[in-house]
C-alpha cells in the first residue's frame, strides 16, 4: 500500500475533492515545460504549468513485474512554448516527465503518480501525441556488445579510436533542391561519397545546434534521412563528419584503422549452416532433387 501525504490523504477523505493532473517536462537541454488539464494556469514546484495547450491523458496503464507501463498524453500544437520544429528536431525526445496528481485550489496538496520519459511522438493533423515511458522501459535498451560481422563502434568514439578532425569538412549551404536535399559548398575537396551515412551539425542558420544524419553525398549534394526542424536558408553553414558502413575493408582501407575494428569479420553466417558437409552425396549440390 503507498503511503499518501497527510495533506492529500485528508484532502481525499474529504466529501469533494478538487484535482487535476500536472505534467512536468524536463527536456535533455535544460528547458522545463509545465502542462495541465485544469482550466487555470497552476504553479507546481516552482513550475508554471499552463492551461492553454489543451492538454489530456489518454488511458494509462501499470503492469507488473519488469513489464513496461505507461500511457499517452494529447494536445495540440498551439501550446504556449511546445512548436512543431522543436518536436521535429527531436528537443523532446528522451525528455524526463513527471505525472502529478494536485489539488488545484491548493497546488501544494499533490501527489507524484509516475516519472517516466517522453517515447514516441506522433503528429494528428494540427496537434500531436506523445508516449509517455515508464521507468522500466529503461530495462529494454541494449547493454553491452553485440557479436556480428560488423563494427558496432561510433565512428571516432573511444573504442573507434579514429581522430575524426581529418575527416570532418565545415561547408555552407547554396540551395535546397528538395525538402531533404542540400546543394552545399565545402570548404575543401573532399572524395565522391565520403560523408554518405555520416553526420551533419548546424553551425548556423535556423537550425544552429541540431545534428541530422546524411543519407548520400554525391559531389556538391547532401541528401538527408529527414529534413530539417527548421527552414534552411542559402548562406546556413554546417560541419560534416565521415561516414563508416561498419565493414572491416572500409575500416582497414579507408581508415587504416583495422587494428581497433570492434566488430567480428569471421563469424560464420547463415550460410555456412546451409552449405553441405564436405565429402557428402554427390548430388547435395544445391540443385534440385526432382530433375
Not at 501525441?129 to 522501459?137: H, K
Request: glycine share 14%; with cysteine.
Amino acid at each position: 500500500m503507498r503511503d499518501l501525504p497527510a495533506a492529500f490523504a485528508a484532502h481525499l477523505s474529504g466529501g469533494v475533492t478538487t484535482l487535476c493532473r500536472c505534467w512536468t517536462l524536463r527536456r535533455r537541454d535544460g528547458v522545463t515545460l509545465g502542462f495541465t488539464d485544469h482550466d487555470r494556469d497552476l504553479t507546481v514546484g516552482g513550475v508554471l504549468h499552463e492551461a492553454r495547450s489543451g492538454l489530456e491523458a489518454a488511458e494509462a496503464s501499470a503492469e507488473s513485474g519488469f513489464a513496461v507501463s505507461g500511457g499517452d498524453v494529447a494536445g495540440a500544437l498551439s501550446a504556449l512554448g511546445l512548436t512543431e520544429a522543436d518536436i521535429l528536431g527531436g528537443l523532446y525526445d528522451g525528455a524526463a516527465i513527471e505525472t502529478w496528481l494536485v489539488d488545484w485550489a491548493e497546488p501544494d496538496t499533490r501527489l507524484l503518480l509516475d516519472l517516466g520519459t517522453i517515447g514516441e511522438v506522433r503528429r494528428e493533423g494540427d496537434a500531436f501525441v506523445a508516449e509517455v515511458r515508464g521507468l522500466a522501459a529503461r530495462l529494454d535498451v541494449p547493454m553491452g556488445r553485440s557479436y556480428r560481422a560488423t563494427c558496432d563502434a561510433e565512428f571516432g568514439d573511444r573504442r573507434c579510436r579514429v581522430a575524426p578532425g581529418p575527416w570532418q569538412a565545415a561547408g555552407r549551404v547554396s540551395g535546397q533542391p528538395e525538402d531533404a536535399t542540400l546543394s552545399v559548398s565545402l570548404a575543401r575537396a573532399v572524395p565522391e561519397g565520403l560523408f554518405s551515412a555520416g553526420r551533419l551539425v548546424w553551425t548556423g542558420g535556423a537550425n544552429a545546434g541540431a545534428a541530422a544524419d546524411v543519407r548520400l553525398h554525391m559531389g556538391d549534394l547532401l541528401e538527408l534521412w529527414e529534413r530539417p526542424a527548421r527552414p534552411v536558408a542559402g548562406g546556413d553553414t554546417f560541419t560534416l563528419t565521415a561516414g563508416c558502413d561498419k565493414r572491416l575493408a572500409t575500416c582497414r582501407d579507408r581508415f587504416a584503422n583495422a587494428a581497433n575494428f570492434q566488430g567480428f569479420p569471421h563469424m560464420p553466417g547463415n550460410d555456412a549452416v546451409m552449405r553441405a558437409v564436405p565429402g557428402s552425396a554427390p548430388n547435395l549440390d544445391g540443385g534440385s532433387y526432382f530433375r
